[in-house]
């Protein structure tokens, strides 16, 4: 099947992007001190070089004492990691390329001793103690609020550096996705109970981000059925429980979502073929991006279980079918693209056996 639908333009508002084909955020460790230096700059720039219409960054920090969870992870507060990024989006947009922060606060996945403040606990939606001593800070609604300001805060930096957009990372079991999930979130409040105010940290979230840097600045919205604790949790069972939890979030801004699964191929729910980008875009009437072991033969934990495991690449058929049914309108390409930053360009040419595969050898040599 032609490859042309992947490199098709796509517009929305003031996004243009050359082509289909996104940068799934995937985290490298590789900013000492938070800050984005040469090769974060060149990492970047290679892959809009060849052909990368969008890249979504690797997570970055908002300004929270209690928002990083790993070592060398960069940061979007602080001057000199604004700089570093002002210079990414430079290189980006040299190429022609396009390129939005993916803003991130781990939540309860954050250890003490962590960086940057070793002192500092896990900040989440209910209290967490172990051996007497408070592991996970429950939030207060003051804590709410500087949480909330800390997104807005580095939305506006985006858009004040040249970002072409943000994404909000709501999914995988870190902080925005605790207090959308059950297991987690044990509140009693109004950001507590039933599905809908679990949902009002979010939207509270995302209307502030909007309001920050007002109409026509894209929003992207990153939410997952799966988290980190658990692969087989499901926040919604059925297609309607799905519309009414996207749409409160469409409403408050979201322009984008961009739809987590391991597997892009699999259907969401019996009855019907589409995958949870297809039915978010369906339910809402907004872009969708889809993700999960695009262009491979095997999904990131089956990686993560065999270190030794190498994934192949693999056949775009089922891809660009549903690319060309319109099932969804963008494309996140991860480990494919990690390990291959000619990926884009190897495709839009014809030559799949120059693709390289995906094994921890290659992760060792990235660039």
């Given at each position: 099947m032609p490859v042309k639908a992947l490199f098709k333009p796509f517009h929305l508002g003031t996004l243009e992007l050359p082509t289909r084909v996104v940068m799934a955020p995937m985290t490298r460790s590789f900013s000492p001190g938070g800050v984005p230096n040469s090769k974060v700059i060149e990492y970047y720039r290679r892959r809009a070089a060849a052909g990368v219409g969008l890249i979504i960054t690797e997570g970055t920090t908002v300004g929270h004492k209690a928002s990083n969870g790993y070592p060398n992870v960069p940061h979007f507060y602080g001057e000199a990691a604004l700089a570093g990024w002002k210079k990414v989006v430079d290189a980006v947009h040299a190429e022609g390329g396009k390129i939005v922060p993916q803003l991130w606060h781990v939540g309860s996945v954050r250890r003490i001793g962590t960086e940057p403040d070793a002192s500092v606990p896990g900040y989440g939606p209910s209290e967490k103690i172990k051996n007497?001593?408070?592991v996970v800070h429950g939030m207060s609604k003051q804590d709410i609020q500087d949480v909330i300001a800390a997104f807005a805060q580095a939305a506006k930096d985006a858009q004040s550096i040249g970002m072409d957009g943000v994404e909000i990372h709501g999914a995988h079991g870190y902080l925005i996705d605790q207090f959308f999930w059950e297991g987690s979130n044990q509140r009693t409040?109004?950001?507590?109970?039933?599905?809908?105010?679990?949902?009002r940290f979010a939207i509270e979230?995302?209307?502030?981000v909007r309001a920050a840097v007002g109409e026509g600045f894209p929003i992207i919205f990153r939410f997952s059925q799966w988290k980190q604790q658990d692969y087989t949790a499901r926040l919604v069972q059925t297609p309607q429980a799905l519309g009414e939890f996207l749409k409160?979030?469409?409403d408050a801004g979201v322009d984008i979502f961009h739809c987590s699964t391991r597997r892009f191929w699999e259907p969401e729910f019996d009855g019907s073929e589409l995958n949870l980008a297809g039915w978010a875009r369906k339910l809402t009437g907004k872009p969708t991006i889809t993700v999960g072991s695009v262009g491979l033969d095997g999904e990131f934990l089956q990686f993560m279980v065999n270190t030794d495991k190498v994934a192949q690449p693999a056949s775009l058929e089922k891809l660009l079918e549903r690319l060309n049914n319109d099932e969804f309108d963008l494309v996140a390409v991860g480990r494919?693209?990690?390990v291959d930053p000619d990926w884009a360009q190897k495709v839009r040419d014809g030559r799949e056996a120059d693709i390289l595969p995906f094994s921890r050898e290659a992760l060792m040599t990235l660039v």
């Open positions: 007497d001593q408070v409040d109004e950001y507590g109970g039933d599905l809908a105010n679990r949902s979230l995302i209307q502030a409160p979030l469409a494919a693209l990690l």
